[in-house]
C-alpha cells in the first residue's frame, strides 16, 4: 500500500431497525473526542460508510479538518442474511461465518464476499490517493474482514474486542497498528 489508512469503527449507536438510519446514541456522541488525536495527522481525505453512525462518527473530525465527507456505498456493514436473525443468534452466526469465509447465510454475504467488495475500493483508492493519510469510517466487522486480507490473524476474536469507536491504522507498509488502545 502506498497510503496510510485509519479505519474507524463507528461509535455506539441507538437500537433501530433502520439499519440504515441508526444514530449514534448519547454514549457514542460522548466518545468521540476519542477521535481528536486524527487532526495532528496528515489527513487529505476522509470516506464514509453511508449509514447514519459510520457519517456522524467522523462529522466532528471532518469539520475540524475541513475536509468533506465522501459516500461510498462498498462501506457499508456486511449484511448476515435476509432473514432475521435474534440476539440469541447473533454470535454463533457470526462465529459461522468467521470460521467459513466463503459461507454465506440466506440472502447474506459470506467474508470473502465482503472483503472483495471492500478490497476492490481499497484498490481504487491507492490509484487515487499517493503517500496519503485516508480516514475511511465503516463497521466493526467489515473493517476486521477486510484487513484479515492484510493479517490472518484478525478474526471473529479481534473484532468482539474493537471499542466504539475504534481506530485500526494500516500504513505504509501494511503494518496494522490500534490507535485507541493504550498497549499499541
Known sequence: MNNTYYFIR???SAYSPDEAGRPLSETGRAALDQLDFLTEKPITAVYSSPYQ?????????????????QI????????LS?????DQEFESCLKQLWSQPDFALAGGESNLAAQKRALGFLQELEAKHHQEHIVLSSHGNLICIL???FDPQIDYYFWRRLAMPDVLMVGQKDTLSHPLKKDS
Open 82 to 86: 435476509s432473514q432475521m436473525i435474534t
Open 72 to 79: 461510498d456505498e462498498r462501506l457499508v456493514e456486511r449484511k
Open 147 to 149: 484487513l484479515q486480507y
Open 10 to 12: 463507528h461509535a455506539h
Open 53 to 69: 453512525r459510520a457519517i456522524q462518527t467522523i462529522e466532528p473530525l471532518a469539520q475540524k479538518l475541513n475536509l468533506p465527507i
